[in-house]
């Protein structure tokens, strides 16, 4: 099993900037990927970016590229997504989700974290 812990939620103003970690413990070494996801009121949950385990591979949304980065320290088991030029669009819950090495390349994360609230003011 693998745990997922987000933090760095809160409230932020518009044009501000917000660091999301998220630290994975327990069957580390069967995760393939991480990401984080994010689902705003009356949405469906979208992915805002992925990442390889190695690293070597990342993969962001339309609506954030440009404006994130991705990372990931495998010494300190942590995921980190980096935001910028933050709008109300951006207010939503994140998700951190990882899925193993036994899923396949389309599959829905197996692992998913509490969610951590992201409020950006106008």
């Known amino acids: 099993q693998v745990q997922l812990v987000e933090s760095g939620g809160g409230l932020v103003p518009a044009g501000g900037s917000l660091r999301l970690p998220c630290t994975a413990s327990?069957?580390?070494?069967?995760?393939?990927?991480m990401g984080w996801y994010r689902q705003a009121p009356g949405k469906q949950r979208e992915l805002v970016a992925g990442?390889?385990?190695?690293?070597?591979?990342?993969r962001y949304s339309d609506s954030v590229k440009g404006r994130s980065t991705i990372s990931i320290d495998n010494a300190k088991n942590t995921m980190l997504l980096q935001m910028n030029s933050l709008g109300p669009e951006d207010t939503a819950v994140y998700y951190c989700a990882a899925r193993s090495t036994a899923q396949g390349m389309n599959a829905t994360p197996r692992y998913w974290g509490q969610g951590t609230q992201v409020t950006v003011s106008s």
């Open positions: 327990g069957s580390v070494f069967a995760i393939k990927d």
């Open positions: 990442i390889s385990i190695s690293g070597g591979s990342r």
